[in-house]
């Protein structure tokens, strides 16, 4: 069975600090997908990034990062240089299909507060 | 481009009762998902319409039922209404084929008395 597992319930630090939120995830297929999304207060989820099982290359967009690794079946998220609007709940999401043809399976999210 | 669009916002209701919820996708959307998130929890899978059919169901009962029109929006239908289905339903669009990504909408938070 599909799993996802996010440790970590809340993490609390100060503006600036960098942060990493981890996801580890359980699948039997070869192929599958995983996700980030954001979930601030108003509650509506955000797409962050979306990543193929072939495709382990890191990937940076401006402050985030994110680290694939297959052989430790983790895809963890680095927020670097945190701002009070980072604070949200983070979620991490896996899908056998492509995402747009199969349901995604979610993990129960990290709920980060940065502090100014 | 307009976004995913959820209604209404807040639903109140009580037990027994049914409630509907709508959904329009993204501009550009032919797929629909429906996902429940209770509180403190992450999102939950109901089911998927593409081409005004259920593609994928995920466990849930009977009693929760859709529907997907022709302009590709959708309704939720919740029957019999418990305690336990308070929660914020997401509604999340995507091009079946094309980009596999869901894109969710704000949600409608339900409550059940």
């Known amino acids: 069975a599909q799993k996802v597992t996010q440790a970590q319930t809340e993490i609390s630090v100060v503006e600036k600090e960098d942060v990493t939120l981890d996801c580890v995830y359980e699948?039997?297929?070869?192929?599958?997908?995983l996700f980030w999304y954001k979930q601030p207060p108003s509650g509506e989820l955000v797409f962050l990034i979306r990543r193929n099982s072939f495709d382990e290359q890191n990937e940076i967009s401006g402050r985030y990062s994110w680290n694939f690794q297959k052989s430790t079946s983790s895809f963890n998220f680095t927020i670097t240089a945190s701002q009070v609007v980072d604070s949200a709940v983070y979620f991490c999401a896996l899908s056998e299909y492509g995402g747009s043809q199969g349901n995604l399976i979610f993990g129960k999210g990290t709920k980060l507060s940065v502090k100014p | 481009d307009a976004g995913v669009t959820q209604s209404p916002t807040h639903l109140i209701k009580t037990r027994g009762q049914q409630v509907t919820l709508r959904c329009s996708p993204k501009s550009g959307h032919d797929t629909v998902s429906w996902y429940q998130q209770a509180l403190g929890q992450g999102p939950q899978f109901i089911f998927q319409y593409y081409e005004e059919e259920e593609r994928q169901r995920g466990n849930f009962p009977d009693r929760f039922s859709g529907h997907q029109f022709p302009n590709y929006s959708s309704e939720l239908n919740v029957n019999a209404l418990l305690l336990g289905d308070s929660a914020l339903y997401l509604c999340a669009s995507s091009l079946t084929g094309v980009s596999d990504t869901q894109y969710f909408g704000p949600g409608t938070r339900l409550t059940v008395l």
């Open positions: 699948t039997r297929d070869t192929t599958y997908y």
